[in-house]
């Protein structure tokens, strides 16, 4: 049986306990130092508490220490792990291989055990089969693939290691390889390795040819448009990926709440269509809430990506931000009122709804809708807006109201036999209960020995007593078993039965499938191919213990990070995307001339792209 986990984002302990009660399986969070996110960072009390809370559900937490590390903050970041470790939480999601060193030998005078499980961030570029076994040959025991890669690529790995694998399935995506990008560091002395990305992959470019003709003028050519593969979960399954990773460690509660529910729905109907290959990883069903609509959320436009092996139209040239829903086209407008066509007829309009169009000059302008009705929109501060624009709603105002009122409540199933012994004119009341996880309670309880009037009347307050909600438990009574009469039960006598078996229920601790981890060798041990293109580091390197591992695993010379990225002509960037087949102007794919040499402008500096035909990617480097 293949267990299917749902991995949520969370900025903080709030948002991470929403992400649970909306269906997560596991959530990923930031500790106070070295998450890939430097506005994200939590104290460790505060994932002490969420994993306590995610633990009820046998819900996982997984804590990122993601980023490159330098030799002077390698006994903190082994602290670090100590520490979130001894909180609860079930991994730490990697980048830098200095970990998987220090979780086996320690640092220093430091050799506490480390058993926490470690999975190999998307930040080490996994994209090759070779890729894979060097890092599960680590000691990793989750892999974190590439975005883009296809699901032919994904099965091959698969095939290439036995350790598990997650996959972005929703969110922003990076345009370069991931962890490999160094353009942020290069501009602005901001590391993407160290969580300070400046997303200079959202800033607008022109496009120059040789010569200095500019081809296209003032457009963010470097942004895609966010993954949704929530049509594709059943097929990313069946390739082998068991953990579907929504991206969003910045992005606001309703944002999370909206998309979670959304793909553990989907999840649900997999496991319903296939319950003899697939359950999901924790417990508890949710109810309640709202009716999630990703197209209503934070978008910059949909793409599958690479997820068929074939090229598509992945780019938001227009819109780095959020344009939301196209709701119609403008057919009149004066100094504070917008009057449109709407997309559909059954559109409503709500004031507070935030609009969004592409102005005449290309810059995305927005604006709040003070009073809507029908399809007027009216404005105190109307931009200039045309006949013909393409209106779009990027905050639904009802939606917003409805994502916060209507909570989803997360609760374990647990069943309960009641079964009611008379031993010489009293009674006694025998309750098993058992949770959908496993836990099982037997409670006796003393009933007396007065008889009930009416043996009917009694067992509907047993069965609407005890077969009530109680904490994070929905208690079903399933049988009553009994010889003739019953006893007499008050409701407050039945009350304290269920309260017994909640409290007894708590002090068993849910049962968490097992987590795989695998052994961490030591380096003479890991029998490495010895084949430098296999060593997936391309210089993610800043501290001498991660050097030495690519060292004897084989990598020949390493540049540390910082050199690298600020070396003349060094390679800044390389993605599969490429703006050349963006545009239609591909010499292999549209059979066009080739232009030549070609440039991207920003503020006065100058990017050349580079065409690898052979491997139908992209890189870019500082002229």
């Not at 209503?296 to 599958?304: A, D, I, L, M, V």
């Not at 390197?541 to 010379?557: H, R």
């Amino acid at each position: 049986m293949m267990q299917l986990e749902l991995l949520a984002p969370a900025r903080d302990i709030q948002i991470g306990i929403a992400a649970i009660d909306c269906g997560a399986d596991a959530v990923y969070i930031a500790g106070p130092q070295f998450g890939a996110r430097q506005a994200a960072g939590n104290t460790v009390e505060d994932i002490r508490e969420l994993c306590s809370y995610a633990h009820k559900f046998g819900a996982r937490i997984f804590v990122t220490l993601n980023t490159i590390l330098y030799d002077d903050e390698l006994e903190d970041a082994y602290r670090l792990m100590l520490d979130v470790q001894d909180a609860g939480a079930d991994a730490i999601i990697v980048q830098d291989m200095a970990i998987i060193e220090m979780a086996r030998n320690g640092i220093g005078n430091m050799r506490q055990e480390i058993r926490i499980a470690l999975h190999a961030s998307t930040q080490c570029a996994i994209r090759t089969p070779e890729q894979a076994r060097f890092l599960e040959n680590l000691g990793f025991s989750r892999l974190i693939l590439e975005r883009g890669l296809s699901l032919d690529q994904i099965r091959a790995i698969r095939n290439a290691v036995t350790c598990e694998l997650e996959f972005f399935v929703h969110g922003a995506i990076c345009v370069c390889y991931s962890g490999q990008c160094y353009l942020s560091e290069r501009i602005a002395g901001r590391s993407a390795n160290r969580g300070a990305c400046i997303q200079a992959c959202r800033s607008r470019y022109d496009l120059a040819d040789a010569s200095g003709k500019v081809l296209v003028k003032d457009k963010a050519l470097l942004s895609l448009k966010d993954y949704n593969l929530k049509n594709r979960l059943a097929e990313l399954a069946e390739a082998g990926i068991t953990s579907f990773k929504i991206e969003g460690r910045l992005k606001n509660a309703s944002y999370v709440k909206n998309v979670v529910r959304d793909y553990s729905i989907a999840l649900d109907e997999i496991v319903r269509k296939y319950p003899d290959l697939y359950q999901r990883e924790s417990f508890g069903s949710v109810s309640g809430g709202f009716v999630p609509d990703t197209a209503k959320t934070f978008n910059r436009g949909y793409t599958e990506l690479y997820i068929d092996g074939q090229r598509g139209k992945w780019a938001s040239p227009d819109a780095a931000k959020s344009m939301g829903e196209h709701i119609g086209d403008v057919v009149s407008s004066n100094s504070s009122t917008v009057i449109i066509h709407p997309s559909h007829k059954s559109l409503v309009l709500n004031n507070g709804d935030g609009f969004s169009f592409v102005a005449k000059d290309g810059s995305i302008t927005g604006f709040r809708g003070d009073v809507c009705e029908g399809f007027s929109i009216r404005s105190r501060n109307l931009p200039a807006i045309y006949k013909g624009a393409r209106l779009y709603r990027n905050i639904n105002a009802a939606f917003e109201k409805e994502l916060e009122r209507q909570a989803c409540t997360r609760e374990i199933n647990v069943t309960v036999y009641m079964e009611v012994l008379r031993i010489e004119g009293h009674w006694n009341l025998k309750a098993t209960a058992l949770s959908e996880d496993g836990r099982k309670v037997i409670s006796i309880h003393d009933a007396g020995d007065q008889a009930a009037n009416n043996r009917e009347r009694m067992i509907g307050m047993i069965e609407s007593q005890i077969g009530k909600t109680i904490g994070h438990y929905r208690f079903h009574v399933d049988r009553i078993e009994y010889s003739d009469d019953l006893p007499f039960m008050s409701a407050s006598f039945l009350n304290n039965v269920r309260r017994e078996i909640a409290d007894r229920l708590n002090g068993i601790p849910c049962n968490k499938k097992d987590i795989l981890r695998r052994e961490i060798k030591d380096l003479s041990e890991r029998g490495f191919c010895k084949d430098p293109k296999n060593v997936p580091y391309s210089s993610n390197v800043s501290n001498a213990l991660a050097e030495k591992i690519y060292i004897e695993s084989g990598a020949e010379t390493i540049e540390p990070a910082y050199e690298l990225c600020h070396k003349k002509d060094a390679e800044l960037m390389r993605t599969r995307y490429c703006i050349r087949y963006e545009l239609g102007m591909c010499p292999k794919h549209h059979r066009c001339k080739d232009t030549g040499p070609l440039f991207l402008l920003n503020n006065g500096q100058k990017f050349a792209l580079g065409f690898d035909c052979r491997n139908c990617e992209m890189t870019l480097s500082e002229v």
